[in-house]
C-alpha cells in the first residue's frame, strides 16, 4: 500500500504541468485532502491530491501521470463504500463533479447509458417518463452514483427481484493502467477468440490471460470448490471469476455471453476505470403495494419466518432489530413512524408485496399471514397500505444514523456487517455469530436489512476509543471470516471488501492451493498493483 505523504520533485513537477493542461482541476490543498481523507469505514489516510477531472481525456491524462510515477488512482463518487476503498495515499479521483451526464437511451431496447457521477434516484426519475427503472437500490439511493454502484456491486433491499448491479451492467467503457481505451462487453466464443489472437497490447494480454487462468479444469474445480455457493445471490468477495468462468467462451455446455463486466462490477476500481456505463433497465414495477410488519420476539424467530415468505416472490424482506426499533422512540420525527409497532418486538420483518390488482396483494399477505401462525411465528401482523408504507421504509432507512448517536462510547462498528450466506442457512448462521458475540467478546450486537437475500447487517456494539477495544476491532473480524468460510458464504454482500475485508479473502485456503485475488488479475492493472490504493 503506498504511504507517499508529499510529492517528489518529478512528481510535483508532472502535477503542476498536469494541473495546467487539464479542462478540470487537480489540487493538493491541505485541506480539502483532509476532506477526501475518510470515507463511511474506521480508516483515514491523506491522500496525494484530489481530482476532478471535466471530463474522459482528463481521466486519461491523470492515468498516464499515475503510471509513469506509480502513484495510486483512487476512483470516488459517493454513498457506496463502507470498506475503505475510497481511503489511501495516491491521488483521490472525484468523478461526481463534472461526469455526471445521462449520455444516450434506448427507450426499445431497455438501455441506458450514464457517466459514473449520475444519482441513482435522479437516473430513475428520468426513466420513469419511458416507463422504466434501473433496479439495484442502495438505502442512500438519493445520493449513490453509478460508479460506485458499479464498483461494489450494490444492490440493495429489493434485489430479491432486481438482484445486483451486475446482472444490470451490459458493457463498460474506459481506461486500463496504460492508459489505452477499451470496451468490455458480451463475446460470443468467436470474438473471444478474436480478442484473444489481438495486436500485442494490454487488452490483449488481458483476454489472452484470463483464457489461461480459467480453461484449466484444475483452476475451474478450485474456484467451484473455495468461492462462495452458488446459491447466494449476494457475493461479492475478491474478484468474480467464478462467473467469469461461466461463458460459452470457456464453458462449451454454458449459454451465456463472456462478458468482462461481470468482473468489473465489484472490483472496487482495482481493474478498470470506467468513463460511461451502459445499463440494462427494466420496466417499472407492479402499481399495487402493501406491507406486512410481522413482529417476532426474537432475530431467529425472524429469520426463520422469512423463509416462508420467499415462496410469495417479495420485493423486498428487510428485518429490523429491537436495537433499531428503540433508537427510533428517541428520535422526534422517527418516533412518529412507529405507529405500527405493538409492544416491544425483538425484530420486525417487513414484507413487501406488489402486484396488478390490490386484491392479489391482500389475498397474497392475509395467506401468508395464516401460515406464519399455523407455524407458531409471530404474535402481531400489521398490514400496511398507501402513504403508510413509506413511513416504515424511513425508519427502516434512519437506523444506522440513529445507531451511530446512541449515548455513550460504544457504537455499532463497520467491521462484519456485510456478510452474506445462503438464505437458507441464514438462521443457523446468525445464531452462531451471536454466539460469538456474546459468550466470546461479552458485547451486543445490531441485526438488520435484508433477510431475504441471505445477509443482515450485523454491526457489533464495542469502544474503538481503547486498546481492547481495538484489539476486538480484529478479533470480530478474524472469527466472523471463518464462520462465513464455514458456511462458505460471501465476506461481503454489497459494501465490499476494501482494506476491511481484503485480507481475509483466502482465509482458510492454502496460500499456494490458487493464485490469489491480486495474482489473478495483474495484467489488467498493469503492474500487479491495485489502481484504486
Given at each position: 500500500m503506498?504511504?507517499?505523504?508529499?510529492?517528489d520533485?518529478?512528481?510535483?513537477?508532472d502535477?503542476e504541468?498536469l494541473?495546467a493542461?487539464?479542462?478540470?482541476s487537480?489540487?493538493?490543498?491541505s485541506l480539502l485532502?483532509?476532506?477526501?481523507?475518510?470515507?463511511?469505514?474506521?480508516?483515514?489516510?491523506?491522500p496525494?491530491?484530489?481530482?476532478?477531472?471535466?471530463h474522459e481525456?482528463?481521466?486519461?491524462k491523470?492515468i498516464?501521470?499515475?503510471?509513469?510515477?506509480?502513484?495510486?488512482?483512487i476512483?470516488?463518487?459517493?454513498?457506496t463504500?463502507?470498506?475503505?476503498?475510497?481511503?489511501?495515499?495516491?491521488?483521490?479521483?472525484?468523478l461526481?463533479?463534472h461526469?455526471n451526464?445521462?449520455t444516450?437511451?434506448?427507450?426499445t431496447?431497455?438501455?441506458?447509458?450514464?457517466?459514473?457521477?449520475v444519482?441513482?434516484n435522479e437516473l430513475?426519475?428520468?426513466?420513469q417518463?419511458?416507463?422504466?427503472?434501473f433496479?439495484?437500490?442502495?438505502?442512500?439511493?438519493?445520493?449513490?452514483?453509478?460508479g460506485?454502484?458499479?464498483?461494489n456491486?450494490?444492490?440493495?433491499?429489493?434485489s430479491?427481484?432486481y438482484?445486483s448491479?451486475?446482472?444490470?451492467?451490459?458493457?463498460?467503457?474506459g481506461?486500463l493502467?496504460?492508459g489505452?481505451?477499451v470496451?468490455?462487453?458480451?463475446?460470443?466464443p468467436?470474438?473471444?477468440?478474436?480478442?484473444c489472437?489481438?495486436?500485442d497490447?494490454?487488452?490483449?494480454r488481458?483476454?489472452?490471460h484470463?483464457?489461461?487462468?480459467?480453461?484449466?479444469?484444475?483452476?475451474?474445480?478450485?474456484i467451484?470448490?473455495?468461492?462462495?455457493?452458488?446459491?447466494?445471490p449476494?457475493?461479492?468477495?475478491?474478484?468474480?471469476?467464478?462467473m467469469?468462468m461461466d461463458?460459452s467462451a470457456?464453458d462449451?455446455?454454458?449459454g451465456?455471453?463472456?462478458?468482462?463486466?461481470?468482473l468489473?462490477?465489484?472490483?472496487e476500481g482495482?481493474?478498470?476505470f470506467?468513463v460511461?456505463?451502459?445499463?440494462?433497465?427494466?420496466?417499472?414495477?407492479p402499481?399495487?403495494s402493501?406491507?406486512?410488519?410481522?413482529?417476532?420476539?426474537?432475530?431467529?424467530?425472524a429469520?426463520?419466518?422469512?423463509q416462508?415468505?420467499?415462496?410469495?416472490?417479495?420485493?423486498?424482506?428487510?428485518?429490523?432489530?429491537?436495537?433499531?426499533?428503540?433508537?427510533?422512540?428517541?428520535?422526534?420525527e422517527?418516533?412518529q413512524n412507529?405507529?405500527f409497532?405493538e409492544?416491544?418486538?425483538?425484530?420486525?420483518?417487513?414484507?413487501?408485496?406488489r402486484?396488478?390488482?390490490e386484491?392479489?396483494?391482500?389475498d397474497?399477505?392475509?395467506?401468508?399471514?395464516?401460515?406464519?401462525?399455523?407455524?407458531?411465528?409471530?404474535?402481531?401482523?400489521?398490514?400496511?397500505?398507501?402513504?403508510?408504507q413509506?413511513?416504515?421504509?424511513?425508519?427502516?432507512?434512519?437506523?444506522?444514523?440513529?445507531?451511530?448517536?446512541?449515548p455513550?462510547?460504544?457504537?455499532?462498528?463497520?467491521?462484519?456487517e456485510?456478510?452474506?450466506?445462503d438464505?437458507?442457512d441464514?438462521?443457523?448462521?446468525?445464531?452462531?455469530?451471536?454466539?460469538?458475540?456474546?459468550e466470546?467478546?461479552?458485547?451486543e450486537?445490531?441485526?438488520?436489512?435484508?433477510?431475504g437475500?441471505?445477509?443482515?447487517?450485523?454491526?457489533p456494539?464495542?469502544?474503538?476509543?481503547?486498546?481492547?477495544?481495538?484489539?476486538m476491532f480484529r478479533?470480530?473480524?478474524?472469527d466472523?471470516?471463518?464462520?462465513v468460510r464455514?458456511f462458505n458464504?460471501?465476506?461481503?454482500?454489497?459494501h465490499?471488501?476494501?482494506r476491511?475485508?481484503?485480507?481475509?479473502?483466502?482465509v482458510?485456503?492454502?496460500?499456494?492451493?490458487?493464485?490469489?485475488?491480486?495474482?489473478?488479475?495483474?495484467?489488467i492493472?498493469?503492474?500487479?498493483?491495485?489502481?484504486?490504493?
Amino acid at each position: 500500500m503506498l504511504r507517499r505523504e508529499l510529492p517528489d520533485e518529478p512528481l510535483r513537477r508532472d502535477m503542476e504541468r498536469l494541473s495546467a493542461t487539464m479542462d478540470g482541476s487537480l489540487e493538493s490543498g491541505s485541506l480539502l485532502r483532509k476532506l477526501y481523507a475518510t470515507d463511511a469505514s474506521e480508516y483515514q489516510e491523506m491522500p496525494l491530491a484530489v481530482a476532478f477531472p471535466r471530463h474522459e481525456q482528463d481521466v486519461q491524462k491523470l492515468i498516464q501521470l499515475a503510471a509513469r510515477h506509480r502513484v495510486g488512482l483512487i476512483p470516488r463518487t459517493a454513498g457506496t463504500s463502507l470498506a475503505g476503498q475510497v481511503v489511501g495515499s495516491g491521488i483521490v479521483v472525484d468523478l461526481g463533479r463534472h461526469m455526471n451526464r445521462i449520455t444516450s437511451l434506448d427507450p426499445t431496447l431497455h438501455r441506458v447509458r450514464v457517466q459514473p457521477g449520475v444519482i441513482r434516484n435522479e437516473l430513475n426519475r428520468f426513466l420513469q417518463h419511458h416507463g422504466l427503472l434501473f433496479g439495484p437500490e442502495t438505502s442512500t439511493a438519493n445520493r449513490a452514483m453509478i460508479g460506485g454502484m458499479v464498483g461494489n456491486n450494490s444492490c440493495g433491499s429489493n434485489s430479491i427481484i432486481y438482484g445486483s448491479t451486475r446482472e444490470h451492467l451490459i458493457s463498460a467503457r474506459g481506461f486500463l493502467s496504460d492508459g489505452s481505451e477499451v470496451t468490455f462487453g458480451p463475446l460470443s466464443p468467436a470474438e473471444f477468440a478474436s480478442k484473444c489472437a489481438g495486436p500485442d497490447s494490454l487488452e490483449t494480454r488481458i483476454y489472452q490471460h484470463c483464457r489461461r487462468l480459467l480453461s484449466p479444469e484444475r483452476n475451474r474445480s478450485l474456484i467451484r470448490t473455495h468461492y462462495p455457493k452458488a446459491t447466494i445471490p449476494r457475493r461479492n468477495t475478491g474478484y468474480a471469476l467464478d462467473m467469469l468462468m461461466d461463458s460459452s467462451a470457456l464453458d462449451p455446455a454454458s449459454g451465456k455471453p463472456f462478458n468482462f463486466c461481470q468482473l468489473v462490477a465489484g472490483s472496487e476500481g482495482t481493474l478498470f476505470f470506467g468513463v460511461e456505463f451502459e445499463l440494462n433497465c427494466c420496466p417499472l414495477p407492479p402499481s399495487e403495494s402493501a406491507l406486512l410488519c410481522a413482529h417476532f420476539v426474537s432475530v431467529d424467530e425472524a429469520l426463520r419466518a422469512t423463509q416462508l415468505a420467499l415462496p410469495l416472490k417479495p420485493f423486498a424482506v428487510e428485518l429490523i432489530d429491537r436495537h433499531i426499533l428503540n433508537a427510533t422512540k428517541r428520535n422526534l420525527e422517527q418516533s412518529q413512524n412507529r405507529f405500527f409497532i405493538e409492544g416491544d418486538p425483538g425484530a420486525i420483518l417487513a414484507i413487501d408485496i406488489r402486484r396488478d390488482r390490490e386484491v392479489l396483494v391482500l389475498d397474497a399477505l392475509s395467506g401468508l399471514v395464516e401460515t406464519l401462525k399455523a407455524a407458531g411465528l409471530g404474535y402481531h401482523f400489521p398490514i400496511l397500505t398507501g402513504p403508510d408504507q413509506e413511513c416504515v421504509w424511513a425508519l427502516r432507512r434512519a437506523g444506522q444514523g440513529l445507531m451511530s448517536n446512541i449515548p455513550g462510547d460504544a457504537k455499532p462498528r463497520e467491521v462484519v456487517e456485510d456478510t452474506a450466506v445462503d438464505v437458507r442457512d441464514l438462521p443457523s448462521y446468525i445464531a452462531e455469530f451471536d454466539s460469538i458475540m456474546v459468550e466470546k467478546h461479552k458485547i451486543e450486537c445490531v441485526y438488520y436489512a435484508h433477510a431475504g437475500t441471505g445477509e443482515l447487517h450485523t454491526r457489533p456494539l464495542f469502544n474503538l476509543k481503547t486498546a481492547a477495544g481495538v484489539k476486538m476491532f480484529r478479533s470480530v473480524a478474524e472469527d466472523i471470516a471463518k464462520l462465513v468460510r464455514k458456511f462458505n458464504g460471501s465476506l461481503s454482500g454489497e459494501h465490499g471488501d476494501g482494506r476491511l475485508r481484503g485480507e481475509f479473502i483466502l482465509v482458510g485456503q492454502p496460500s499456494t492451493s490458487f493464485p490469489s485475488r491480486y495474482e489473478c488479475m495483474a495484467p489488467i492493472s498493469g503492474d500487479g498493483k491495485r489502481i484504486s490504493s
